[in-house]
Nanobody, 124 residues
Framework: QVQLVESGGGLVQAGGSLRLSCAAS????????RGWFRQAPGKEREFVAA????????AYADSVTGRFTISRDNAKNTVYLQMNSLKSEAPAVYYC?????????????????WGQGTEVTVSS
């Protein structure tokens, strides 16, 4: 079982940038796909971005396309989410997730492993 730990969240001004990290420990696999989801109070968890096991394929939610970039460093068992041009909106907890390598799904229930999350707040 893989353990995922997010870091890098915090307070940032609208239009600014932030980079989140997701470090994996425990039993890890080179073929794991990774993803980022976020959840604001009163809202369901939503897909943000995903990357396949090799890093050759990525997927993004329409709301973040062109502003966010997901990447991974398998040597460090770490996935990153570079967030640029952040918008002023409700604070959200960003979660890292992992799944088998068969697809990059925006459906949260199809991802088997989750971190505890890191909160991101964007001020006006």
């Amino acid at each position: 079982q893989v353990q995922l730990v997010e870091s890098g969240g915090g307070l940032v001004q609208a239009g600014g940038s932030l980079r989140l990290s997701c470090a994996a420990s425990g039993r890890t696999f080179s073929t794991e796909n990774r993803g980022w989801f976020r959840q604001a109070p009163g809202k369901e968890r939503e897909f943000v971005a995903a990357i396949n096991w090799s890093g050759s394929t990525t997927a993004y939610a329409d709301s973040v396309t062109g502003r966010f970039t997901i990447s991974r460093d398998n040597a460090k068992n770490t996935v990153y989410l570079q967030m640029n041009s952040l918008k002023s909106e409700a604070p959200a907890v960003y979660y890292c997730a992992a799944k088998s390598p068969y697809g990059l799904s925006p459906i949260s229930r199809l991802w088997g492993s989750w971190g505890q999350g890191t909160e991101v707040t964007v001020s006006s």
